[in-house]
């Protein structure tokens, strides 16, 4: 029951004569599961169509963005009736207003914000806003944790306690991930440590508050609030990561779920309703360090794109009025419980997670809760399970570390049609 891939195989030849690998984001080149990855003609809902004409349920939607499934009515008119009237006028238009109270009605500790056009954009934005505003230059981030590729942010580090920043990709000098510390998420003793030896001279801790980039690991119990007291107690800024989490995990995002309010927040995905987006906003006062209000420089010519933001309010007022995202963090759970259930019965040792509309599961006998237990998962099964289900019309991650996707259009028949699927793939394993 092998599909059909003639046509992505020519594609993907022909991509790789032109771009490096024949992507233009790394992980979809299928390096960690092998196999020719899937070029997609078109997305319909809670499906993927690719070049062959194979009909896949899509678990990655985007790698978060379409929380209304693929091509949703609401948001194809809006982009369309906004490029009538103008794809990009390099000056303020009131949708930027619109979308970002609407943001903030949800994101209260989001008093002021910028939009900017990735995550990328948003992380490394923010780290300058926190920069300057405690005067201060080191950043604390978490091994396996991912803010976009940023320099500064390019770093993961080594095993043990604290490790001065190393840069993980060539080309990125090691004078500027000096400033970087790296220390394994959910061990408060590690950051305790940093923050005796450096406290008075680190601006900021990043954290993804649910860690969706080396697949889905939540944080202990009372770890975020730890966070909150910690760079508290010593002057520095607490930045919240939500551009993969924000609006999924919760409506009100991770800051909403476990009630810990961060200083900046980092947004992306979601709120661009499938177009390129990103925004970083916090406390007034660290935001009106930013230009014109302030002596940040940061900007964008087309920052604030009205395509952008007119497809982030249609797909927000959409999802308002159908309640897409309990339908969304419905079809996660349930897809977690059949991918469980599924390994249960095929004796397959499997750890799931679901928090709202994203969920993730390891091939591991342990459970995760770092970046060096998530690594002990096995990626070699992985990598043929991803096969068996493409096969059977199941479009997951091509990676064990990415977390998974839903969206309304996973109605319960699309998920106990996914549910088959991971039966008949996990038997064959
Ligand atoms: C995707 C992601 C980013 C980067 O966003 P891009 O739009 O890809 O630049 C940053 N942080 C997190 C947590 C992400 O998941």
Redesign the pocket.
């Known amino acids: 029951m092998t599909s059909p891939t003639t046509q992505s195989e020519t594609l993907f030849a022909h991509a790789q004569a032109l771009m490096p690998g024949g992507v233009s984001s790394p992980v979809r080149a299928f390096k960690s599961v092998g196999g020719v990855p899937r070029f997609i003609d078109r997305g319909e809902g809670a499906y993927l169509v690719d070049a062959d004409g194979n009909r896949m349920i899509d678990y990655v939607m985007s790698?978060?963005p379409l929380l209304l499934g693929h091509a949703p009515e609401a948001v194809t008119r809006a982009i369309a009736d906004q490029a009538a009237r103008g794809t990009s006028f390099g000056a303020p238009s009131p949708l930027e207003s619109d979308l970002a109270e609407h943001i903030r009605s949800v994101y209260p500790s989001m008093e002021r914000l910028r939009f900017v056009n990735?995550?990328?954009?948003g992380?490394m934005s923010a780290v300058r806003a926190a920069r300057a505003f405690t005067r201060r230059d080191k950043v604390v981030k978490f091994d396996g944790h991912?803010?976009?590729h940023a320099d500064l942010l390019l770093a993961k580090a080594g095993s043990g306690v604290a490790t001065l920043g190393l840069p993980d990709s060539p080309g990125v000098p090691a004078a500027v991930t000096a400033d970087t510390l790296v220390v394994p998420f959910n061990d408060p003793a590690a950051l305790r440590a940093v923050f005796e030896a450096e406290g008075e001279r680190i601006a900021a801790v990043l954290v993804?508050p649910i860690a969706?980039?080396m697949g889905m690991v939540r944080p202990a119990e009372g770890f975020l609030a730890f966070l909150r007291e910690i760079t508290e107690a010593h002057g520095a800024l607490l930045v919240f990561?939500e551009?993969?989490v924000g609006f999924r995990v919760h409506p009100g995002g991770a800051q909403a779920l476990f009630g810990v309010t961060p200083d900046v927040t980092?947004l992306?995905?979601v709120i661009g309703g499938g177009l390129p987006v990103?925004a970083y906003g916090g406390r007034a006062d660290v935001m009106e360090m930013m230009a014109p209000s302030g002596p940040v420089y940061q900007a964008g010519t087309l920052s604030g794109n009205p395509l952008a933001m007119a497809a982030g309010l249609a797909l927000f007022r959409e999802a308002n009025a159908t309640g897409a995202w309990r339908l969304a963090a419905d079809a996660a759970r349930d897809t977690a419980a059949a991918i469980q259930s599924a390994a249960d019965a095929a004796g397959v040792p499997v750890q799931t997670t679901s928090e709202g509309a994203m969920f993730g599961f390891f091939l591991n006998a342990n459970p995760v809760m770092d970046y060096a237990s998530a690594a002990t998962s096995d990626r070699e099964a992985f990598a043929r399970l991803h096969g068996l289900l493409l096969d059977r019309g199941v479009y997951l991650p091509p990676s064990p570390f990415e977390a998974c996707f839903t969206s309304s259009a996973h109605t319960p028949d699309v998920v106990a049609e996914a549910a088959e699927a991971f039966r008949s793939a996990f038997a064959a394993l």
């Open positions: 790698f978060g990735s995550g990328t954009e992380a991912y803010h976009g993804e969706g980039n990561d551009v993969m980092i992306g995905k990103g």
